[in-house]
C-alpha cells in the first residue's frame, strides 16, 4: 500500500499573551521574554507540510526568543518589517541578513521592537540534496555553527514578501493547493526563495567569542532572578572584563546586563501574578523579584505591561472565582 504523505496542518491565531504565542506553533520548544514597553500583541500563521514549514509571526513590543529548530532541521527567518534592531545568535543583524539557525543551535533570536517575519523550516537531508544538486557542496555541516548569509535588503524585502503571497494563498485558497503535486510545487518555490541565497563557496564563520560571552550571561540571570551576581561577579562568571560584558550584552539583546535582568525579573513577576499562588500579593511578588520600592515597581511594571500589576492580579483572581462558581 502506498503511504499518502500526511495532511497539511494550518495555525492561525492572534495572542495577547507572549508564552501563548510561544506554546501555539507546531513542532517547536521555544521560550519567549517581552522586551520593550506596552501590552503585548502577537500573531502567527503557520503551515506545515510533514516536515516543511511556512509561517509569519509577528509581535509587539520586542521580544527575546530561546529555542531551536524542531528535530533534524533548519529555520530560517526573512524579516518584513523590524522598527527595533534585529541580533540572531548573540550577534546584530543588518538589513538583508538571512537569519539561520539549525536544531542543535540555540535560535538565539532578540528583536527589540516590533517586528513581522517570515519564517521557513526545511528538513537537513533535503538541504543537503538541494545543495549537492545545485552548489555542488556536500552538506551544511550542523555540527558548526551557522553561517550567515548576506543579500541586499531590498531583495530580502522581496523574498520575504514573496514567501508571505505564498503563505497567503495556502491558506485563503481552494484545496487545489493541497494536491501531492501542488504542495510539491509550493516546496520547491519554498526552496528556491531561500537556498537561492547560499553562495557557492560556503565560509561557516565561527560564533563570535562575544555571543558566547551573551549566551551565559543570559543563562545566569535566568537561573539567578531572586540573587543576581554584581557586575564583579557576573565578569568572573563568563570571563569577560566589564566592557567586554556590556558589548556583549547589546549586541545580543539590544540593552545592557542591567536592562536585560530589569525586564527578566519583570517579566517574571508578570508570570507570577497571571498564575498567582493563594494569598499571593502584589508585595510578595516584587520582593521576590528584587523590587524594593513597591510604587516604583508599580510604575515601571505599568510602562512595561500596560496595566498596574494590582490589575493584572484582580484579573486572575477574578476569573478564577468566577471558574469556581
Known sequence: ????????????????????????????????????????????????????????????????????????????????????SLHVRRRPAPPGQLLAATSRDDVGFTATGPTALMIVVLPTRSIDHWVQVRRGIES???????????????????????????????????????????????????????????????VIEPLHSRARIARAVLSLLRERLNDPPNITELCALVGARERTLYLSCVEAFGRPPATLLAELRLNAAHRSLLNPEKEISVTAVAALYGFTHFGRFAAVYRRQFGELPSVTLAKTQGIRAVTRE
Open 1 to 84: 500500500m502506498v503511504q499518502l504523505p500526511p495532511a497539511p496542518q494550518v495555525v492561525e491565531d492572534r495572542f495577547d499573551d507572549i508564552d501563548a504565542l510561544a506554546a501555539s506553533a507546531l513542532a517547536w520548544d521555544q521560550h519567549y521574554e517581552q522586551i520593550g514597553r506596552g501590552r503585548f500583541e502577537g500573531r502567527l500563521t503557520q503551515f506545515l507540510m510533514g516536515d516543511v514549514q511556512l509561517g509569519r509571526e509577528s509581535w509587539s513590543p520586542g521580544v527575546l526568543q530561546r529555542g531551536c529548530a524542531p528535530a533534524g532541521t533548519w529555520v530560517f527567518g526573512l524579516p518584513l518589517f523590524a522598527e527595533g
Open 140 to 202: 551544511l555541516d550542523v555540527d558548526l555553527p551557522s553561517p550567515r548569509w548576506q543579500v541586499p535588503a531590498a531583495e530580502m524585502t522581496q523574498r520575504a514578501e514573496t514567501l508571505s503571497c505564498l503563505l497567503k494563498a495556502l491558506t485563503t485558497g481552494s484545496d487545489d493547493l493541497f494536491g501531492e503535486r501542488s504542495l510539491q510545487n509550493v516546496e520547491s518555490q519554498i526552496f528556491e526563495v531561500i537556498l537561492g541565497m547560499i553562495p557557492s563557496a560556503e
